[in-house]
């Protein structure tokens, strides 16, 4: 069974379009999280939610809207899709917040705007 | 603000040669230190952790890390790599007052065979 699960593993989509990328996970933690890893593999986080309370917005643009509808999930949702969202897009979940914590990771999302 | 430096960009070993790839954090606080491999079109794996006590930390598939707090130093190791090991290696901190973990640019690692 996958722990952290990413639909779909492959995005292509034309600039301006609207798109979701779901994320679940069976492990019973709190806490997840999505990354953004660039075209030069540099890995960044976007959100992290608890319990389904966001906790980190980095510096992402409005488009970017993240829902947890429970603790088990987490989606992206991205609007007017522009040519630098391309990139792979990783969901993580941890038991909680807590530092002494790895993360798990999801197999990626692989988005590409044409 | 925490970051994560990885001064390796780009490392190319023959089977068996030994490893070593640098990690330095900046948070001069409590921090939680982890080292990530990510395989060609894979997710990213746990390969080791340190949190606290021995310095020297032991891994998966043979690698272990040694924290060194005078340096800001978590560099990876390994005696002997092998061609299964060629992959993408990233250093991270989970900084608790930022609650948030930061990763390195990574080390693209070729091994030879």
């Known amino acids: 069974d996958t722990a952290v699960s990413q639909t779909p593993k492959y995005l292509v989509t034309q600039m301006g379009n609207d798109k979701s990328i779901k994320c679940e996970q069976n492990l019973g933690h709190d806490t997840m999280y999505w990354y953004k890893q660039d075209s030069k593999k540099f890995l960044k986080i976007m959100f992290s939610?608890?319990?389904?309370?966001?906790?980190i917005n980095e510096t992402v643009p409005n488009r970017f809207s993240p829902k947890s509808p429970d603790k088990a999930h987490l989606n992206l949702h991205i609007n007017s899709l522009e040519l630098g969202d391309s990139a792979v897009y990783f969901c993580?979940?941890?038991?909680?917040?807590?530092?002494?914590?790895?993360?798990?990771f999801g197999d990626g999302t692989r988005l590409s705007i044409l | 603000a925490q970051s994560v430096s990885q001064h390796n960009h780009h490392v190319i070993l023959s089977e068996a040669a030994s490893l070593e790839l640098g990690c330095n954090y900046s948070y001069g606080g409590t921090v939680n230190l982890f080292w990530y491999v990510q395989y060609p079109g894979q997710h990213l794996q746990l390969l080791l952790k340190y949190f606290s006590g021995d310095p020297l930390v032991k891994g998966i598939k043979g690698f272990e890390a040694e924290f060194i707090k005078s340096k800001f130093s978590f560099n990876l190791r390994k005696p002997s790599v092998q061609w299964s090991d060629t992959a993408e290696y990233f250093c991270?901190?989970?900084?608790?007052?930022?609650?948030?973990?930061?990763f390195g640019s990574g080390t693209q690692l070729t091994v030879l065979p």
């Open positions: 939610y608890n319990n389904k309370e966001l906790i």
């Open positions: 993580a979940s941890s038991p909680s917040l807590r530092l002494n914590q790895p993360q798990h």
């Open positions: 991270a901190s989970f900084s608790g007052s930022a609650r948030q973990l930061t």
